[in-house]
């Protein structure tokens, strides 16, 4: 059975800094594209960033460019979002997403709040 858990979320002042970490497992996922998505209260959930497991290549939203940094650690299933320069609008719930085609996985979320 295919897991994602995500953790690392929490409470930060604006400025400052987390790291989540998404733990998969369940299958191989090197052939999946691993993604970071949010969901504030009252809005749809968005796209925050990705990456290709095969090439390590990374796409990112306009919005945490420069601040928010993906990456994977294949030994241990393992992607991280370092978010640095955090807004208070970007409280939300943060979500992990594995997808091949039109599969798709998500974990249970995890909350950060970011204070003004």
């Known amino acids: 059975q295919v897991q994602l858990v995500e953790s690392g979320g929490g409470l930060v002042q604006a400025g400052g800094s987390l790291r989540l970490s998404c733990a998969a497992s369940g299958r191989t996922f090197s052939s999946y594209v691993m993604g970071w998505y949010r969901q504030a209260p009252g809005r749809l959930r968005e796209f925050v960033a990705r990456?290709?497991?095969?090439?390590?290549?990374?796409t990112y939203a306009d919005s945490v460019k420069g601040r928010f940094t993906i990456a994977g650690d294949n030994a241990k299933n393992t992607v991280y979002l370092q978010m640095n320069s955090l807004k208070p609008e970007e409280t939300a719930i943060y979500y992990c997403?594995?997808?091949?085609?039109?599969?798709?996985?998500w974990g249970q979320g995890t909350q950060v709040t970011v204070s003004s």
């Open positions: 990456i290709r497991w095969s090439s390590g290549s990374t």
């Open positions: 997403n594995a997808a091949l085609g039109f599969t798709n996985y």
